[in-house]
């Protein structure tokens, strides 16, 4: 139950087992890209982890011991390097591709490589956020995205195909992904096809990460041949089909674009627009290398042809958007309960002061020789904590509560819980998950622990995982009230 964990990837700072050095902190970029804290402003929203480094055993457990039920690859468990759903402890959806034992056998290369795509952080990708080099296992860790590949939707699709708007804005985002790779010093995709490109849940399209992985097997990729491949990609959007380049060639050469596209269609396009991009398609599959089109010329051509910007994509997709708001439990909540429901964070705070440090009765027992003047300046660090908290001096009692736990010889959930408020006060909702998690870590029955996960979670805009939360903790205290621990 509950999302515990005792040390969450996104803050640790291993000592790396690999030897391979991480990146320095990103810098804020355009277009949705992070900022120095770590986090995206556009995108999903809820914020993207800083890149780290997961243990075997986490990845084994957020698969359910890499369930075939898991797997997400399109060719399913025949694909030689499997792609797996999977759900971390803090509650957030994974995909996570397993490699081949001899895909990568030199794990520094591997970790370099993953280090590397990992410091790219764009809404137009699917980012990288893990790794892991674990023995003779590598795996990739990226976010998931719940809604398809664009090969499903274009070629395996079943109430409806994907309208002209959606599909003009599929090659402007992919090319506005590419255009940010090259930018950032990683012109090279490899393999990019329709599989490579995914739907968020909001149902905007997406590039893999994993394609910008080396791979020995792909041969000798330039940024021409990315463009050569996204020329086919092109053709995919147009045609709704696989068609071999060189037969759409002589179709266009032949001036029979209408032959060229997708009949499923059923004529509802612009032949402007559709001449638009036939003819960027042509560019980017000539022969001769230097004459295709780089990143920006594909973003600036493609860019005008965007009509229909105010469209929600899950709209043009035919998909339902996950649920804006948490839905509250059917039975009455608590005050702490309905306080956290409200996101109403001052009257949470005068609960917790009320609520003292009864829940911690119980999680330590010092004996006469643990008395030592550490454990008194500890205690004393706590106080000091206390009285800024209800002061209100919120920067304050952070310090002095995180001086308290550092020590690491007392731990007290109230501390992890009031430190967590102080963290969302303070506009800083990942610091306050980490420390909502520690608490339920330390007391794993307790609902204030459950209920502040669930207003992090709700600030970070993972609405689904507040309510789930929300309804955990509503369930854990109306099982103390039939006679648990504490009223």
């Known amino acids: 139950m509950g999302c515990c964990q005792s040390l969450c990837p996104d803050e640790q700072n291993p000592l790396r087992k690999d030897g391979a050095q991480p990146p320095q902190p990103a810098q804020t970029h355009r277009g949705g890209a992070t900022t120095a804290a770590g986090l995206d402003n556009g995108g999903d929203g809820g914020g993207i982890p800083f890149f780290s480094e997961f243990s075997f055993a986490d990845l084994k457990a957020a698969t359910n011991n890499f369930s ?49 795509v990992g410091k790219l952080r764009h809404n137009r990708l699917a980012n990288l956020i893990g790794y892991c080099c674990d023995g003779d296992e590598r795996l990739l860790v990226a976010e998931f995205m719940p809604n398809d590949t664009l090969a499903k939707h274009l070629f395996h699709w ?82 709704g089909k696989h068609i071999p380049p060189s037969h759409a060639l002589d179709m266009i050469r032949g001036k029979n674009i209408i032959q060229l596209m997708d009949s499923h269609l059923e004529g509802k396009f612009s032949t402007e627009e559709a001449t638009v991009v036939v003819e960027l398609a042509s560019q980017c599959l000539q022969y001769e290398p230097r004459e295709r089109p780089n990143t920006k010329d594909l973003v600036a051509t ?126 800083q909702p990942d610091a306050a998950l980490r420390d909502a998690m520690q608490a339920q870590c330390v007391y794993p029955d307790w609902p204030t622990a459950f209920y502040m996960q669930s207003v992090a979670l709700a600030k970070l805009n993972m609405n689904t995982d507040a309510a789930d939360m929300m309804n955990e903790a509503a369930q854990l205290e109306e099982k103390r009230q039939r006679g648990g621990k504490g009223s």
């Open 302 to 427: 493609l860019a005008p042809l965007q009509t229909k910007s105010e469209v929600a994509s899950c709209i043009m997709l035919g998909i339902k958007k996950q649920e804006e708001a948490p839905s509250t439990p059917q039975k009455p909540l608590s005050p702490l309960g309905e306080a956290c429901s409200r996101l109403d964070l001052t009257a949470i705070h005068q609960i917790l002061v009320m609520a003292h440090y009864r829940d911690d009765e119980g999680t330590n027992e010092l004996s006469f020789q643990e008395w030592t003047q550490q454990i008194k300046d500890m205690l004393d660090a706590r106080k000091r904590g206390d009285q800024a908290f209800r002061e209100k001096d919120f920067k304050t009692a952070i310090d002095c509560y995180s001086q308290f736990v550092d020590v690491g010889t007392m731990v007290s959930p109230t501390v992890f819980g009031r430190r967590s408020l102080c963290y969302l006060l303070c506009d």
């Open 158 to 239: 079943e109430n409806q195909t994907i309208e002209w708007a959606m599909r003009l804005r599929v090659g402007y985002y992919i090319a506005e992904a590419l255009d940010y790779c090259s930018t950032e010093g990683l012109p090279l995709y490899h393999d990019l096809n329709a599989y490579r490109v995914l739907f968020d849940e909001d149902g905007d399209p997406r590039l893999s990460c994993f394609g910008l992985m080396k791979n020995s097997r792909d041969g000798r990729v330039t940024p021409e041949s990315v463009t050569y491949s996204f020329g086919t990609v092109l053709l995919d959007l147009l045609s």
């Open 68 to 116: 075939s039920d898991n797997i997400v690859s399109e060719s399913g468990e025949k694909a030689p390097n499997l792609v797996y759903k999977g759900r971390l402890q803090n509650r957030r959806w994974i995909a996570v591709k397993k490699f081949t034992k001899m895909a990568w056998p030199h794990p520094k290369q591997f970790a370099e490589e993953a280090w590397g």
